[in-house]
């Protein structure tokens, strides 16, 4: 008896597989770079390239998180009890409220789901030696609750201290929530969630990889980085919570980070953010604690929750807009740097306009194949006026923009596609000179530290190193 129509049959459905695969990519990918790389990857590698583009490249998550964030879990997307900064910002006086600044403020009002609030206060906190002290005091002295977001949570000496903090407020009678990315949680052994759940702490983890259910995620990725305790204090930044970010004085080794205690009405749109994450994660829709609005300090700050649920790119465009309109200088200090072209253009076009603009990378980085990538682009910026430095070790992971002497936008996301299209951040954008001078300082401080990168050294890699940078940025898209 003949199978070979089973053979048929079987080419059949692959080739039907790769068209199919390459038409949906076609019909619905925004970028037609990436749409390219996946028609022909599906169509050049039957079976393996529309299984990939099915895993990797699709995201099946936003029609769910639109629905989410619309309201379907019940919570409101501006709490009234918050929105107190109209009348404020009326009388502040502050210059990002002239013309020049005007268009700004009118994108981040459109793009954004929250509005700017007055009355905070935000402390810097550097390194986990600031920041994990003030973290598990705020937890100890917590009456109502706790709300913890972080995308890695070690099971290290650090780790424990945080499960043995959060075990005694479940003890007390706090209601108490920790939601940790199921990707994240591998970067330690044994999982925080089995202490966490020795401890009786009320734990999730987000994505985790099923067969079922919502999938294999490898992309989409909670990177969010919140505590929220009693709605009235909040932490953010870019600090995971490990060992690794206790540093000694005259250590190369371990990772430099900031991080940010804040007081104020934002803490509530900080403690939607979290509730809106958790809601979506187990289907329990919590209300939280809604303190009476109380002003701590003069910030004006705005919570940006973005991710690829969102209808728009929150942080692309924002950061887009805030350059177009930077009028003396532009610092940013990124781990992770992989513009994509409107970006470049961006900083670019701030840099032939006369505004000084500084990018402090870090020397040597902890990811190769990124650095590799971002090597490749540098030459780019430094033709313009851009200025380059590279940061000497321990490797500094802090996420950082400052503008002029008023802007700063601080949080978990970095400057690359993972972090501006396919993980879930979270941000704050504070209006404040006195933050701005304080965060300067200590921009100038790394960077004074630095060695500044030249064209002649970047046009001077040998030609084995150039070719395997622009190898890497090839990938640039999907790092």
Not at 411 to 438: H, I, K, M, T, W
């Amino acid at each position: 008896m003949s199978y070979k129509w089973l053979e048929y049959l079987f080419w059949f459905a692959l080739i039907g597989c790769g068209l199919l695969t390459a038409l949906h990519a076609l019909l619905y990918k925004r970028d037609p770079r990436a749409a390219l790389g996946w028609i022909v990857t599906a169509l050049a590698v039957p079976g393996v390239g529309p299984l990939l583009y099915w895993l990797l490249g699709v995201n099946r998550i936003r029609a769910l998180g639109r629905g989410w964030q619309e309201g379907g879990n019940g919570l409101p997307l501006r709490s009234a009890a918050f929105c107190v900064w109209s009348e404020e910002l009326a009388g502040s006086g502050l210059p990002f409220q002239d013309d020049w600044y005007a268009p700004y403020l009118s994108l981040a009002d459109t793009v954004t789901r929250r509005p700017l609030l007055g009355g905070n206060a935000v402390e810097i906190l550097i390194n986990g030696n600031a920041a994990f002290p003030a973290m598990l005091k705020a937890i100890h002295e917590a009456r109502n609750n706790v709300y913890l977001s972080s995308y890695i949570f070690e099971s290290n000496a650090t780790g424990r201290q945080f499960v043995e903090a959060l075990t005694r407020a479940v003890q007390r009678g706090v209601e108490v929530r920790v939601l940790i990315d199921a990707l994240g949680e591998c970067y330690s052994w044994p999982p925080i969630s089995r202490l966490l759940a020795r401890g009786k702490v009320p734990a999730a983890r987000f994505l985790p990889f099923s067969l079922g259910g919502r999938g294999l995620h490898f992309n989409l990725r909670n990177h969010r980085k919140l505590l929220v305790v009693d709605g009235r204090m909040g932490f953010s930044g870019g600090m995971n919570i490990g060992g690794r970010h206790l540093l000694g004085p005259a250590s190369d080794s371990g990772v430099k980070d900031l991080h940010f205690r804040i007081e104020g009405p934002v803490v509530g749109q900080m403690q939607d953010a979290f509730l809106e994450d958790w809601g979506f994660t187990t289907g329990e829709h919590l209300t939280g604690s809604r303190p009476p609005v109380e002003h701590f300090g003069s910030a004006m700050c705005r919570g940006i929750s973005a991710g690829p649920n969102e209808d728009f790119e929150k942080l692309h465009w924002l950061l887009t807009g805030v350059l177009a309109v930077a009028r003396q200088r532009v610092c940013i200090m990124t781990p992770y740097f992989i513009p994509d072209r409107g970006l470049i253009t961006a900083l670019n076009t701030a840099a032939l306009r006369g505004v000084e603009v500084h990018l402090l990378l870090p020397e040597r980085n902890n990811l190769p194949l990124v650095q590799w990538a971002s090597r490749a682009y540098l030459w780019e910026f430094l033709q313009y006026g851009v200025r380059i430095y590279w940061q000497p070790p321990p490797f500094d992971h802090s996420k950082l923009l400052l503008v002029d002497n008023i802007y700063c936008l601080v949080g978990s996301a970095n400057l690359d596609p993972r972090s501006l299209r396919l993980n879930f951040e979270f941000n704050l954008e504070v209006y404040d000179s006195a933050l701005n001078a304080r965060l300067a300082a200590h921009f100038d401080a790394c960077r004074n530290a630095s060695r500044p990168v030249t064209l002649e050294e970047v046009d001077g890699r040998s030609l084995p190193a150039k070719m395997r940078d622009a190898a890497a940025k090839l990938f640039s898209p999907y790092l």
